[in-house]
């Protein structure tokens, strides 16, 4: 295993991993809101990110270079703990999304979602405004489109002036079109969300809170999608990589 042991941060088979608490990443993207700088990117990698990253130079490269990356995924918790890495907890990328839209809410701040299916997007966008109502929608794009209307899809977004852009492509295409388009989004910070867009549109269930507890909510949607084990089995792979990395480092 690539280990390296950062001030804040670490390193996961070369991806790095942001030492913080939900508090404290929260704390950090409350200040992306209000900081008058570029646009920041917020990334959420789990193990199946991870494991896509050995295979995708480019995509370790672009989790590298997130202005904040946080451990999504219970199995980074527990190669942190194998090989003392020091990571505190697991941030998921669907409650820091949450507690950024509460603080959206108390602020009057505006977002922007792009992605999902046609529909979908627009479903979440009204259950966020029934649940924070004083949260500005500023537009939303659904992420089936042709390549061709891509430029038009970012002044889309520009014009809208949104201050937080929440993005729900999957990975690694979110990852990649943010990176690639960093420096001219009109937006203080701007989220990979991946499936979050349909858990807010009510197309697809969170797991229950037992399942989240228990590091099971990976069981939790094998066991409601049965067709995700394909999927599912990277989790075993990237934990036996993680044994076996323990084991030549000793």
């Not at 508090?23 to 992306?32: C, H, L, Q, S, T």
């Not at 229950?208 to 049965?226: H, M, Q």
């Not at 989790?235 to 990589?241: G, Q, T, V, Y």
Request: proline residues 4%; aromatic residues 10%.
């Amino acid at each position: 295993m690539e280990i390296f042991k950062g001030t804040n941060y670490v390193k996961i088979f070369g991806v790095k991993i942001d030492k913080v608490t939900m508090d404290e990443a929260y704390n950090r993207v409350v200040g992306f809101i209000q900081s008058e700088s570029e646009c920041k990117l917020v990334f959420t990698p789990n193990p199946e990110f991870v494991m896509k990253a050995q295979e995708d130079v480019e995509f370790k490269e672009i989790l590298c270079q997130g202005d904040l990356v946080v451990a999504d995924g219970i199995g980074l918790i527990k190669a942190s703990k194998i090989h003392h890495l020091e990571l505190p907890e697991r941030v998921p990328g669907i409650e820091l999304m949450e507690k950024t839209l509460e603080y959206c809410n108390r602020s009057k701040k505006s977002i922007f979602l792009f992605g999902g299916k046609p529909g979908v997007t627009d479903k979440a966008a009204k259950k966020i405004v029934e649940k924070y109502p004083n949260i500005v929608v500023k537009g939303t794009q659904n992420g089936y489109y042709d390549e061709k209307d891509e430029l038009k899809i970012l002044d889309k977004i520009n014009e809208a002036k949104a201050d937080v852009l929440f993005v729900g492509l999957g990975s690694p295409r979110q990852e990649k079109w943010l990176n690639r388009h960093k420096k001219i989004l009109n937006t203080k910070v701007a989220f990979g969300i991946g499936g979050a867009m349909d858990v807010w549109a009510d197309v697809a269930k969170r797991a229950p809170k037992l399942f989240i507890d228990l590091g099971l909510e990976w069981f939790y949607r094998l066991l409601k999608e049965p067709s995700r084990i394909g999927r599912m089995m990277v989790l075993p792979k990237f934990m036996i990589k993680v044994i076996f990395a323990k084991t030549i480092d000793h």
